[in-house]
Every structure is written in structure tokens, then in C-alpha cells.
């Protein structure tokens, strides 16, 4: 919105400039590398709060329940039903597994797990080198994931208790004395794996290969003989699942975030002079 042929009104912006609400619209300065760190630091500090704040008082908005989709629903059942099938083949995978050589299995554990969790940082110092913002909050995202998905996992194996394969009670034995269920090892990955998928807006190019090198993780953990197929399923869940989590609150976040009014002298040499105002939302 333009305001011409009023001079008076160039007093009128100064006064509303100097309102606590208004800021006036500059360019924006340019940020050294260091300042660009620390401010990530800063918003990696502040959506942590947000999204532990959120989570804990997450019981207090059960009422939200009722928002979800029949779509959503049916997505859940899916994904219950896939991890079930792959509890009944169990045995069968685990067999086929076990072909495999254990230092085969584990070089391939470890090789995939440091190239999935690496992905991180080079997705970080990609953003910082192009300046993009996007990029460098999916990989402090996916950070986020890693870590809360490793929590996570104390608390799943505690609260089933299933036992190894390689302990020879078979693949029903939970609720005994096991830490099979889920992967702490795959976990992680498949956390990273879905904050490079969402870097890229999960083009096929980045998200096929980000899931591939998660599930060699579980894979070599399978051929090392410590871990279920299900273990595995499970633990993309938990992994993947906790990035989306982060994700979704840090989009409702910014959703929820104030409006600014910027507030800008314009001159004409035709109309003269006015103020521009612009709100962002």
C-alpha cells in the first residue's frame, strides 16, 4: 500500500517507526559464517525448548485426537500391519541372514551407519556455503532426531524386553529379559535419513539413497545375528517417525509466529512522497 502526494505523512512514519511494533524494512545485513553458526545455534536452542515444552504438555490437548484424518488412520494400521508380518517372517529372514559373514555384516553396519549420520553435517555445510536456510534446519532437525530417537530406544527395549535372536528363545520372546526391540544402532540412521529426504523435498534422488544406506545399517545388524528383522521395521519408525515429529512442530511453529508490519519511506518524483507498509505473516 502506497500513500502519495502527502509530505506530511513522512513525520507520521517516523513516529510509527519508533513503535515497539514496527521495525522498519532495511535490507538485510550480511552475516559472516560465524554469525550465521550462532544463530543456528540459537534456533536449534529455542525449537529444542519449544518441542520438549510441546511434547510434555501433549497429554493436556488429547481433545486434538479427534483431528485425525480417516486417511491418517488408515496409514497408522498400515504400518502396524507391515510391522507384523515382518514379526511372522522373523525366522525366516533371520535364516537367510545369517548366510551372511559376521565381518562382512559389521563392516557394513559400520560403513553405512557413519555415511548416514555424516550426511547430516554435509547437508549443514551445504547450506552454509549457499546461504540456504532450509538446509541447514533439516540437518539441525535431523540432529534433533538422532538424539531424542537414541533416548527413545532405552525406553522401548526397557518396555518390551525382547530377546535376541542369538539367544535362542525365539522371535516371540518378548516381555523376558532382552534388548532386542528396537535397534539402537539403526535408529539413528533412519532419523537422518528423513532429514535429508525433507532437505530435498523428498526428490528420489536424495531420499532413496538417504533410506538404502539406513537400511544397510539394520541389514548388517541382522547378518550379525543380534537383531530381528521387526527390529529393524520398528526402528525406521521410531527413527523416522521422531524427524517428522520435529518437523511438524517446527512448521506449526512458524506458522504461529507473529506477523511483522515493515514500514519504508517512498519517494516519487512524479507523486512525491508517501509510505510504503508491508506485513509479513
Known amino acids: ?14 513516529l510509527v517507526a519508533l513503535h515497539p511494533a514496527v521495525r522498519a524494512e532495511e535490507p538485510p545485513p550480511t552475516r559472516s559464517p560465524a554469525q550465521i553458526v550462532w544463530g543456528d545455534v540459537r534456533y536449534a536452542g529455542r525449537t529444542a525448548y519449544a518441542d520438549a515444552r510441546a511434547i510434555v504438555t501433549a497429554p493436556l490437548h488429547v481433545g486434538a485426537l479427534s483431528e485425525i484424518t480417516p486417511r491418517e488412520l488408515l496409514t497408522g ?24 559373514d559376521r565381518h562382512t555384516a559389521s563392516t557394513l553396519q559400520t560403513t553405512a551407519s557413519t555415511i548416514s549420520l555424516s550426511s547430516l553435517g554435509v547437508v549443514y555445510i551445504a547450506g552454509l556455503v549457499r546461504d ?47 534388548d532386542s526391540f528396537v535397534s539402537d544402532a539403526a535408529t539413528p540412521p533412519f532419523a537422518a535419513a528423513q532429514a535429508v529426504s525433507s532437505a530435498f523435498d523428498y526428490a528420489w534422488w536424495a531420499t532413496l539413497p538417504a533410506y538404502a544406506t539406513a537400511t544397510a545399517v539394520g541389514i548388517g545388524r541382522i547378518g550379525q ?20 515429529l520435529f518437523d511438524c512442530l517446527h512448521a506449526r511453529e512458524e506458522r504461529d509466529a507473529p506477523a511483522a508490519v515493515a514500514i519504508s519511506p517512498q519517494v516519487d518524483p512524479d507523486h512525491g512522497v508517501g509510505i510504503g507498509v508491508a506485513l509479513r505473516f
Not at 500391519?81 to 548366510?99: F, H, M, P, Q, V
Not at 545375528?225 to 524427524?243: E, F, L, M, N, P
Open 77 to 100: 494400521a498400515l504400518l502396524l500391519a507391515a510391522l507384523g508380518g515382518t514379526i511372522a517372517l522373523d525366522e525366516t529372514i533371520r535364516s537367510a541372514g545369517r548366510t551372511m
Open 1 to 14: 500500500m502506497i500513500i502519495r502526494h502527502r509530505p506530511a505523512f513522512a513525520a507520521a512514519a517516523l
Open 132 to 178: 540456504d536456510e532450509h538446509w541447514r534446519r533439516e540437518a539441525l532437525t535431523g540432529a534433533e532426531g538422532v538424539g531424542a530417537s537414541s533416548g527413545l530406544v532405552k525406553l522401548t527395549k526397557m518396555a518390551f524386553r525382547r530377546e535376541r535372536p542369538d539367544s535362542g528363545e525365539g522371535s516371540t520372546a518378548f516381555f523376558r529379559h532382552g
Open 225 to 244: 545375528d543380534r537383531h530381528w528383522a521387526s527390529d529393524i521395521v520398528a526402528s525406521a519408525y521410531v527413527g523416522a517417525g521422531t524427524t517428522a
